[in-house]
């Protein structure tokens, strides 16, 4: 009796000392969020120029673990903070399930964000440069794009994976002037006879270095329209030694419409001067290129391919006195391939994330 | 009797999830060499010293306890080592960051990553950034440490949570 009494003992006390030891998580409810706010002032061609304030994106985040493997993660973004006819929009941009088997392995479930470019997911504001998202990130690859759907992921080596089945886009919709823009579903009632199918590989050992890329391809569908789309891009950004280098390069593939072909790219470059000083904050001014066509190549061919093909020079400043806050200014110059219509930008802004 | 219990002891530290354990003695083993031994002590930070510390780097410590290793080659103290948490964005991020006797970093490593995003972080070519660093080090991400696209709240996280240990031991060492 007494040697069972041990032998129980033995038991529990191996299982709450061993299994305790070390264990650091606890369930736990997170928020987060970000946000910015704009000035834009905007001269199109010959037109008088016009300026405005915008409370750009307002998002809260939620989350919670249940355990290390089992997770729920939310984003809900108010755009121009104000919802009426049509205006301004609130929006439901992540809300999943994750599970986390470990670094091989794992998927989520829910409204998702497909992993295609580098700001898709990573979209908070101290994580690019330019008060606006780069326009390639509107016409080209557009943010942010969320929607239905599940994807599994993982990292071995250095190389990080994530296979998407995602929603579909609304052919119907696709346009001249932005591409599949106008086709995302955003999660809502979205047609589930079909999907997007993509696949990402991105390489991350080389220090301050990401470099990778995507492919996905969807049978498009709309009330009237049927379409094949393929969408490739390409992208890299270096983070070190007070450089900050981006490239990304998208094309985008139609197989029938008026709309063969959306095609684009840019780069920045910038460098944290303020290291010359040896300040906390960092200073970063900028450059950027862009050259995008959302109708590269068109049925008709001819004007509609130079119509919405433009190129953008981008100077600008990022101060970040801590991490997490940015204030931003640039200004910008878009030329129209068409007419060699100009086009001037003023922006400045600030933005936080937690 | 005595023999079921030592069996059952010996299976418990094989069936029940010992990974971070693991992690921990290959991390010191890579570092230190295989001929070391150590002594595990979980210590009670000074609240004055914690306080000063954290405001210093800007990040609160996960606890009020650190696991503290002083490692040994059977001779003399070769070593020492701390292992601690830090938030990512919202699940811990176990490290352990390995010193030689002045309390310069000689080797560091993630024990256990747990979040979805910005597994990056526990690449060799990321963490090995940290060697010979100690507590004069600037640890500024995007300038002697580099970021990582895609891991930024980890990679912030963990430059302050190593720095915090540099810190930390000047005052273990005394």
Known sequence: MKNLFLFLVTIFLSKSLFAQEFDFFEPKATIGGYGELHYNNEKIGNAASKSIWDFHRFVLFFGYSWSEKWSFKSEVELEHNFVKNGQGELELEQAYVNYHHSDLFGFNVGIILPSIGLINEFHEPPLFFGTERPVYHNLIIPTTWFGSGASIYGNYNGFDYRLTLFETLNSDKFSLSQGIRPGRMKGYKTDASRFLYSVKLDYLNFPGLKVGGSFSFNNAKGDSTNIDVTISEFHAKYDANNIIAVFEFGNINYNSGELKASRGYYFDLGYNVASIFDLSTKIIPFIRYSDINTAAETLSGGDNEKLYHFTEWMIGLNIKPIEQVVFKIDYSEQTRKLDDRKSKFINFGVGYMF | ?174
């Open chain 2, 1 to 174: 009797m005595k023999k079921l219990t030592l069996l059952f002891l010996l299976l418990s530290f094989t069936v029940f999830p010992q990974d971070i354990k693991d992690n921990v003695n290959q991390a010191l083993k890579n570092c230190f060499g295989n001929n070391i031994q150590f002594e595990i002590e979980k210590v009670r930070i000074d609240k004055s010293i914690k306080n000063d510390i954290e405001k210093t780097v800007g990040q609160k410590f996960f606890s009020d306890e650190i696991y503290f290793y002083k490692i040994n080659d059977n001779k003399s103290i070769v070593g020492y080592a701390l292992l601690d948490n830090v938030y990512g964005k919202s699940l811990p991020i176990t490290f352990i960051v390995m010193f030689d006797l002045n309390g310069k970093i000689i080797c560091s490593d993630i024990i256990k990553y747990r979040e979805p995003y910005g597994g990056a972080v526990q690449s060799k070519e990321w963490t090995s950034q940290f060697k010979g660093k100690d507590a004069h080090s600037e640890f500024i991400v995007g300038k002697d440490i580099s970021s990582i696209s895609g891991a930024t709240i980890s990679v912030n996280s963990v430059t302050k949570g190593i720095k915090k240990l540099t810190l930390l031991i000047k005052w273990l060492m005394k």
